[in-house]
């Protein structure tokens, strides 16, 4: 007898008793195959093309931001964010340990680094007391923030939004505006997940988001970058373009430009996703109810649920188990019967990149560490 057959079977049955129930598969029903036709048959393929800008559009229509941009993935979507915040080498940029490693990737692609501050437990994203301790080190001078331990300059701080769940965006937003540092927010998990009613990512000066294979929705490979700043969106697609200097046929650019924009086969795709993307978070909350109302009975498994003020996209539902030890066996059973389960990301700071980085007490995220799995979380038609 298994210790998790009956949360096995529960989770087995939820999503039709198949031989196998992936962590979050994607779901394609509705217009994906017309559109990708549709650009193949027009030749446009490639950068330029009606997807793109319908793609932007319905993603400004969507969240309410004034700009948005489209890219290539979520991880080039930060680069650009930070580059254009004006993120440069040798800075520290505040983030979370508990992530996906594409946000300090993209942060370590200009030369800065990542400076750890723990998480909330509630919210699983950047812990506003946190911060707050941590700003206690940082001074202005000259109107820039410095870090009085290291003597690095500030140049961003990144929160990001774990498995969907909104982190406490507008307090964060507030303590870094009294040292001018810009806020990014990772929303590469947390399309449709609003805070106050405001769609996370559309806080900060930029936020970004991501369309790969496994998020809520996917077009392949794709991101978004949105901001409400009219120079600073303009630049942004200027220099995702290789900063081609606009012209029927000359070749000018007039920065080191990337090559970053978003092609039109995958915007087709993301075109045909979005319009299912309500949809597809009103079924992943039913889900998610219903594991709540199961997990609720059960003392060896708390299921977390989306924090005060905020709706979350439920993207990946998260448990938490009593111990290491639990956790692993629980790992180990779902995975050996059929039910793909993952633990949450090895803390960013203990791989060998970022291990001598700066970083204040991460006692919450090693809590989470040790005792959160994510179980499956496909949208069921
Ligand atoms: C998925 C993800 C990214 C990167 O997105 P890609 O499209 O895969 O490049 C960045 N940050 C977080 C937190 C993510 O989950």
Redesign the pocket.
Known sequence: MLRFEKEINFIKNHFGNKDFTPLHEPCFSGNEKKYVLETIDSTFVSSVGKFVDLFEDKIKAYTGAKHAIAVV??????HMSLLLAGVERNDLVITQSL??V??CN?ISYLGAEPAFVDVDTKTLGLSVEALEDFLTEVELKNGKPFHIPTGKKIGACVP?H?FGFPVEIDKIIQLCEVFHIPVIE?A??SLGSTYNEKHTGTFGLFG?Y???G??TITCG???IIVTNDDKLGLLAKHITTQAKIPHRWEYKHDYIGYNYRCPNLNAALACAQIEQLEDFILKKRNTSKVYNEYFNSNENIEFIIEPDNSRSNYWLNSILLKSKEDRDQFLTETNDNGVMTRPVWGLLNKNIMFEKCYKKSLVNSEWIESRLVNIPSSVIL
């Open positions: 993935n979520g991880t080039s979507a930060l992530s996906f594409a946000t993209a990001m774990t990772d590469a998990e970004t991501s369309f790969n496994n998020k490979g794709g991101g």
